[in-house]
């Protein structure tokens, strides 16, 4: 982390707070646990995806009057099952469940991608409204991490080497599967990309990434989006174009 070079300034210039969530909550799921799955850099997507969920949360609950935010795991010690996650979801009657996590592969890739729950007959799984939340996300979250992707599937159609959705109707995902709430899993980019890894390090993009899926979710609710002033990049060294390492503006 000593060696971030990346600079993001969020500036919030709303006022007031975000009306129309007060009927509502969501579980927050940070993918994965402890230090799992770790990046190239050494900064896994556990730990990445923790803090890019507790920004989320941090955002309903200052911004917004929503009802409750449920998170399934809430610091890099606990260990937390796929069965445990879904489960504390539907014993709180969660109204919605988002799980946050990163993808992995060659280090030259680098997207985004949404997952919804789907039946092996190609329909969303019921309660539906995955597949509309999924759409919003892919589009704002592909805009504000600006690299390319692959786009908002279902997951029975996305995962077509496997044979398990037409043995079990499907959904695909675990977390699709036995969540009784709408729910999609999103991938935001790839921490096996050097350049990708280096930016999660970074605290305000992780707060830029849980922005994104908050606007989602506002737009999924019709709701305006409050004005908020975003300038964030990389600084570079005009002569050598070598990102600089503790760079003030």
Avoid at 139 to 165: A, E, K, N, Q, V
Avoid at 223 to 237: K, N, Q, W, Y
Wanted: glycine share 8%; proline share 4%.
């Amino acid at each position: 982390l000593n060696r971030l070079f990346t600079l993001g300034l969020i500036m919030s210039l709303s006022s007031g707070q975000v009306t129309g969530l007060s009927d509502w909550d969501i579980c927050i799921d940070p993918g994965h646990s402890q230090t799992e799955n770790m990046g190239v850099n050494g900064y896994s997507e556990a730990e990445e995806v923790l803090r890019v969920g507790s920004h989320l949360r941090d955002i309903f609950l200052t911004q917004t009057d929503i009802d409750t935010v449920y998170m399934t795991r809430t610091n890099d010690q606990q260990s937390v099952s796929l069965s445990q996650r879904t489960t504390y979801a539907n014993s709180n009657s969660a109204s919605w469940f988002h799980s946050i996590h990163s993808n992995a592969g060659a280090i030259d890739h680098n997207n985004t991608l949404l997952l919804w729950g789907q039946l092996s007959d190609g329909t969303p799984d019921p309660p539906v409204g995955g597949e509309e939340m999924s759409g919003y996300m892919i589009d704002i979250l592909t805009r504000t991490m600006r690299i390319p992707t692959i786009g908002s599937w279902g997951d029975c159609s996305f995962y077509t080497w496997s044979d398990y959705c037409d043995d079990s109707g499907g959904p695909y995902l675990y977390i699709n599967r036995n969540t009784n709430m709408p729910s999609e899993l999103s991938e935001e980019g790839h921490h096996t990309n050097p350049t990708q890894n280096q930016l999660h390090m970074n605290e305000e993009y992780k707060r830029l990434l849980a922005y994104s899926f908050f606007w989602s979710i506002l737009r999924y609710h019709e709701i305006d989006r409050p004005f908020v002033g975003i300038s964030a990049g990389i600084i570079s060294d005009m002569e050598s174009g070598l990102p600089i390492n503790g760079a003030q503006v």
